[in-house]
């Protein structure tokens, strides 16, 4: 589904990432792990367009969609969902998902018939799906933290991706949320088919829902295959499962 | 930028009072019966004030729900009002052409301007905005042969129906509701509330593919569309076009009254355009000193207003509301 093959990208003289390399195959969840500043934010940026890189190539579904802008990425079927809450702070709940699924469908640029009686059903699947259908009419800056890390979802799901980005979906969640989460890349993954590449510092989490981990340290990929190959890495366990524990 | 004023949740709150449309249809009823009895200053007045609200909402489309720092939105509207001055001084087409081209001709303009601006972001767009905007003051100022330069162009020659006081307040009245109608539908449609979230969260906006340069220029040129049909109301009034109308001046004065009626509210720029034009016209005939007073207004204004005098009644009305249910609740 997706594959990245020997990323670069350096921000005035510091490497973020040099020789990134990664395979999402479809309908499994892929895990990005390896400690602050490893480069997990700056490779999701390069997947979606929002920063150029300097070198290597990502295919998705055997098109380059390298250095494409964000918008067209996300129309080929890759959304994200960000670290921190990123959201319409001043639009519903039920809005905030709408303008993902008009975008989707191309319907952003309608002029005259109002914005509420379209793709309803569309938006309200999406919400039923996430549980957040009973709050659909609240202004989504009011909703407790965790609500809003799972409407960052929700907005990414009207999209309606093949491959769905999670940076870090768990940070600054309790367990009891964090366990929602857990549950939801399941069934996304599961019922969904949906292919789902994720960063997380939450090592049980990622063993607990990833097919494949990718390792990251100082910008590189050092190791990349089965939990279990990468459990027993020397390499991973002096860079990074050691240091943590 | 944070622009807390832009409170969606008051809107919100708003479409709950019922009479809302009923006092509208009255009030637009009332304006409609008021030429008979109305004294032809008076008469005049109002009509000022329809064309001045259609330019003030034609801005705050772009700047409330857009978010886009236009700082220089006269220029659609004097380039609006000097189309329509030059084609019935220059050439023998009917006026009813050159009203139909003036906005066409202002669409097109933003649409030049826009594409430059929307590459940028924040004070830079409006930095932009402004600098263009005085490049096309400069060169109708300039170029006298063509625009007459300063002296402006006067006594403008209108068909007989439509240049009696009656007739033209009727005009600016339609024309009024009609082109409200237009951007308020716009305002509630896809496009709009695409618009919306792009203000509140262009990189979001981005990720679930929305091209926000060419949904912010589409808004860019819509909005001096209008204030191209706002410069055709301007003609029909005063007969004479002058390029003060694209003054940067002329700019701020419609910024203000975008602030000062509220931004948040769909006729806020309405109501700010009748205070600031009733306003110049009454210290005006006093007095010499309309920008200091309007530098007072504004400054009252930003200290004790920032939510605008229509976003503050609201607010007033929806916190009765609010506390009505709450009530209800309890009981």
Redesign the interface.
């Known amino acids: 589904m997706l594959q990245i093959e020997s990323l670069a990208k350096s921000f005035s003289g510091f490497q973020a990432v040099g020789d990134a390399s990664l395979s999402v195959p479809r309908g499994q969840v892929v895990a990005v792990i390896g400690p602050n500043g490893a480069g997990k934010s700056t490779l999701f940026n390069l997947i979606?367009g929002?920063i150029k890189p300097d070198a290597g190539r990502i295919v998705f579904k055997g098109r380059e969609i390298t250095a494409l802008?964000?918008?067209q990425v996300?129309?080929l079927g890759v959304?994200?969902s960000?670290q921190l809450v990123?959201?319409?702070?001043?639009?519903?709940v039920f809005?905030n998902v709408?303008?993902?699924v008009?975008?989707?469908l191309k319907?952003?640029?309608?002029?005259?018939?109002?914005?509420?009686r379209?793709v309803v059903q569309e938006t309200f699947e999406v919400l039923h799906k996430l549980g957040l259908k009973t709050s659909s009419d609240r202004?989504c800056s009011s909703l407790s933290y965790g609500d809003q890390k799972v409407l960052e979802i929700a907005?990414?799901l009207?999209?309606s991706p093949e491959l769905l980005l999670l940076d870090e979906p768990t940070a600054g969640m309790s367990p009891e949320e964090t366990r929602t989460i857990v549950q939801l890349i399941k069934q996304l993954s599961q019922r969904e088919g949906l292919s789902i590449l994720l960063t997380e510092h939450d090592m049980d989490l990622v063993f607990d829902v990833a097919q494949r981990i990718m390792v990251m340290h100082q910008g590189r990929t050092i190791a990349e295959g089965h939990p279990a190959e990468v459990r027993r890495d020397r390499a991973v366990q002096n860079a990074y499962l050691g240091e943590t524990g | 930028m944070s622009m807390s004023w832009?409170?969606?949740?008051k809107e919100?709150t708003a479409r709950v009072i019922p009479f809302r449309p009923i006092l509208l249809v009255s009030l637009l009823g009332v304006a409609a019966l008021l030429p008979p009895i109305l004294p032809a200053y008076y008469l005049y007045l109002l009509t000022t004030v329809y064309m001045t609200a259609l330019l003030a909402t034609s801005l705050n489309f772009v700047l409330g729900y857009g978010g886009l720092l236009q700082l220089h939105h006269a220029v659609f509207f004097g380039v609006g009002a000097y189309t329509v001055a030059l084609v019935l001084t220059k050439t023998t087409w009917p006026f009813w052409l050159a009203a139909v081209l003036a906005p066409l001709v202002a669409a097109l303009l933003a649409a030049v301007i826009g594409w430059f601006c929307v590459r940028l972001r924040g004070l830079y767009f409006g930095m932009l905005t402004l600098a263009l905007g005085q490049l096309v003051w400069a060169i109708i100022y300039k170029w006298r042969s063509f625009t007459s330069g300063d002296d402006g162009i006067h006594g403008i020659p209108l068909p007989g129906l439509v240049s009696s006081p009656t007739s033209v307040y009727y005009i600016n009245l339609g024309v009024l509701v009609v082109c409200l109608l237009?951007l308020y539908?716009?305002i509630?449609?896809?496009?709009?509330?695409?618009l919306?979230?792009i203000r509140?969260?262009p990189?979001?906006?981005?990720?679930?593919?929305?091209?926000?340069k060419r949904?912010q220029l589409?808004a860019f040129v819509l909005s001096g569309f209008f204030a191209g049909a706002a410069g055709v109301l301007f003609v029909l009034i005063e007969q004479s076009v002058s390029p003060s109308l694209l003054y940067w001046s002329k700019s701020a004065e419609i910024l203000i009254m975008d602030l000062l009626g509220g931004m948040a509210v769909f006729l806020g720029p309405s109501l700010g355009a009748a205070i600031l034009v009733v306003l110049s016209m009454v210290v005006g005939t006093y007095m010499d000193y309309w920008l200091l007073v309007m530098g007072l207004i504004l400054l009252l204004l930003v200290l004790f207003l920032p939510q605008g005098v229509l976003g503050y009644l609201q607010e007033l009305f929806g916190r009765k509301t609010v506390q009505g249910g709450e009530r209800d609740a309890a009981n």
Do not use: Y
């Open positions: 979606t929002h802008p964000p918008h996300s129309r959304a994200r960000f990123n959201i319409f702070p001043r639009l519903t809005e709408q303008v993902a008009l975008a989707r319907q952003s640029g309608r002029l005259f018939t109002p914005a509420r379209l202004i907005i990414s009207g999209s | 832009l409170d969606r949740s919100k237009i539908a716009v509630k449609s896809p496009f709009g509330l695409t919306v979230a509140d969260n990189v979001r906006s981005q990720s679930v593919g929305v091209n926000i949904h589409a």
